[in-house]
């Protein structure tokens, strides 16, 4: 009882172990794909809602945008805010207001390196995609235009597929060690106890349990022992009638 409960457990974990690996190889791989998916579409809506609209930018130190928030919302962006300098921010929408403030030090690393950067931040406990775009302008400093997109959808997309393909593949790996479980227990966890119990009624001398209780080991190992070498030959030489003086086996000879 003791042994078969402690196979059961190592079974469980070990499964538990696999279906976790196996998911988790999966959550990453899923994680990656959504994250470069949302990474390509932020920068490609990102640059065809600055050449229609935003494009006057490389000239001038402002930019007239009306109905803000529908065309906003069209691209499917969270907000949109334009840097000039340190000093100088211009938020296209209502809701970038509240964004500014994370995304200001990242803002500040891409215009001092002059080169467009992307990266993940969280906002009011929202996760967000940034895409910061330089803008080179005509006799003017560069400017950087940051594109906020929603990322939260991310999440809730890996924790669904975390919980289902962990209880996918852990019913799967229960299934298998289950399986394998019967075979351990009645192929050779059988033959082992009735070896057991023959030896416990040998020892005690119970010639009856010895009598109706066959032991367990193939005919085989028997066959090809030792052993059965001069029981094979004898009988080979009875048979053929051997002479006693070239028998080896003749108690008489």
């Given at each position: 009882?003791?042994?078969?409960?402690?196979?059961?457990?190592?079974?469980?974990?070990?499964?538990?172990?696999v279906?976790?690996g196996?998911?988790a190889?999966?959550?990453?791989?899923?994680?990656e794909?959504?994250?470069?998916?949302?990474e390509?579409k932020?920068i490609?809506?990102?640059?065809?809602?600055f050449?229609?609209?935003l494009?006057?930018?490389?000239?001038?130190?402002s930019?007239?945008?009306?109905?803000?928030?529908?065309?906003?919302?069209?691209?499917?962006?969270?907000?949109i805010?334009?840097y000039y300098?340190?000093?100088?921010?211009?938020?296209?929408?209502?809701?970038?207001?509240?964004?500014?403030?994370?995304?200001?030090?990242?803002?500040?690393?891409?215009?001092?390196?002059?080169?467009?950067?992307?990266?993940?931040?969280?906002?009011n406990?929202?996760?967000?995609?940034?895409?910061i775009k330089?803008?080179?302008?005509?006799?003017?400093?560069?400017?950087?235009?940051v594109?906020?997109?929603?990322?939260?959808?991310?999440?809730?997309?890996?924790?669904?597929?975390?919980?289902?393909?962990?209880?996918r593949?852990?019913l799967?790996?229960?299934?298998?060690?289950?399986?394998?479980?019967?075979?351990?227990?009645w192929?050779i966890?059988?033959?082992?106890?009735?070896?057991?119990?023959?030896?416990?009624?040998?020892?005690?001398?119970?010639?009856?349990?010895?009598?109706?209780?066959?032991?367990?080991?193939?005919?085989?190992?028997?066959?090809?022992s030792?052993?059965?070498?001069?029981?094979?030959s004898?009988?080979?030489?009875?048979?053929?009638?051997?002479?006693t003086?070239?028998?080896?086996?003749?108690?008489?000879?």
């Open positions: 009882m003791k042994l078969n409960l402690a196979l059961i457990i190592a079974i469980i974990v070990a499964v538990g172990l279906a976790l196996f998911t190889f999966q959550i990453s791989s899923e994680k794909k959504l994250n470069n998916e949302l390509t932020t490609r809506n990102g640059d065809e809602f050449l229609r609209y494009n006057t930018l490389t000239g001038a130190d930019v007239s945008l009306e109905n803000a928030d529908s065309l906003i919302s069209q691209f499917s962006f969270e907000g805010t334009i300098n340190a000093d100088s921010i211009e938020p296209l929408n209502n809701s970038a207001y509240n964004l500014i403030g994370p995304s200001s030090d990242y803002v500040t690393q891409a215009l001092s390196a002059d080169t467009s950067a992307t990266h993940f931040s969280d906002v406990k929202k996760k967000l995609f940034e895409y330089i803008v080179k302008r005509d006799s003017l400093p560069s400017a950087a235009v594109f906020y997109s929603d990322a939260s959808y991310i999440k809730n997309i890996v924790g669904d597929i975390w919980l289902r393909n962990f209880f593949w852990f799967q790996a229960l299934g298998i060690s289950r399986g394998t479980l019967l075979i351990v227990r192929g966890l059988s033959p082992v106890h009735k070896v057991i119990d023959w030896v416990k009624a040998a020892r005690a001398g119970n010639l009856e349990q010895l009598k109706t209780r066959r032991v367990p080991f193939p005919g085989t190992l028997y066959k090809k030792q052993y059965a070498q001069p029981c094979r004898q009988s080979y030489a009875q048979k053929n009638r051997i002479p003086a070239l028998n080896p086996f003749d108690p008489d000879g």
